[in-house]
C-alpha cells in the first residue's frame, strides 16, 4: 500500500494537467448513499423500487410520490466534503489538476473549493421551472410542502439527469477534451461499469491512468496504477507542493 502511494505521489508530483473523474465511492465516504452498490438506498424497501421513482416518466406522472423520495433520501444538503474532495481542491489551487469530472449530484467538490467541475447528472443544488425557466435554489425546493412549485404556476425540476434523460450535450464535449488533454487521469470510487464512465477513458492519451477504488472493479481497466482503497484515504495522504 505504502508503495503505491509513494508511486501516487511521484506520478502527480511529475504531472501537470491532472483530470479526475470520480464515481459514487467518493461521496459514499461523505455518507451519500451510492444508488448502484449493494447496499445503496436501491435496496431498501419503498412503495415504488428507486430506480423507477428516479425516472423521467415517474417524475411527470407522480410528482408528488417522486419528490417525497428526492427530498429525503436524494437532497442532501447538509453533508461535508472529505478528504478527496478537499485534496482535489488543492491540487486545482496550485495548478496541477484542471478538472474534476463527476457522476455525483451532490456539489461537495465546489464546497471543497473546486471550481472547474463538469457535472455529468447535474447538481442537487440547480433546480429550475419546467414552465418558465425561473431558478431555484436546493431549500426552496426541500422545504416546499409536497410539489416545489414557481410562482408562475409552473413545477419545479430538479437539474439533474433522471433515467430517460440523456447527458448534457456540452458536458460531455468538455469532459472528452478534459481527457484528451491530460497527462494524468485519475479515476475514482467507480466500478466504471456504468456507462458513461467507460466509454470516456478511450479518449486519454497521456501517462498515468490510475485507478483508486475501495471495491472490486467490475470492468477492468488497463490502469498504470491499481490502488484498491478508500479514496478519501489515498487522497488524503497525498502531499502538495504549495510553493
Ligand atoms: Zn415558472
Known sequence: MDEKIKKLQKIIDESENIVFFGGAGVSTESNIPDFRSADGIFHMSYQYPPEQVVSYSFYKKYPEEFYKFYKSKMMVLE????????KLAEL?????????????????HQKAGSKN???LHGSIWRNYCIDC?????????KEAAGIPRCSCGGMIKPDVVLYQEGLNPSIIEQTIVAIGKADTLIIGGTSLAVYPAAGFIDYFRGNALVVINKSNME?????????????????????????
Open 117 to 119: 467541475v463538469l457535472e
Open 133 to 141: 425557466n425561473a431558478f431555484y435554489k436546493a431549500e426552496v425546493v
Open 92 to 108: 486545482e489551487k496550485v495548478g496541477k489538476l484542471k478538472v474534476v469530472i463527476t457522476q455525483n449530484i451532490d456539489g461537495l
Open 219 to 243: 470492468k477492468s481497466v488497463d490502469a498504470d496504477l491499481n490502488i484498491a482503497a478508500p479514496i478519501g484515504e489515498v487522497l488524503g495522504s497525498l502531499y502538495v507542493d504549495t510553493v
Open 79 to 86: 453533508t461535508l466534503p472529505n478528504p478527496a474532495h478537499l
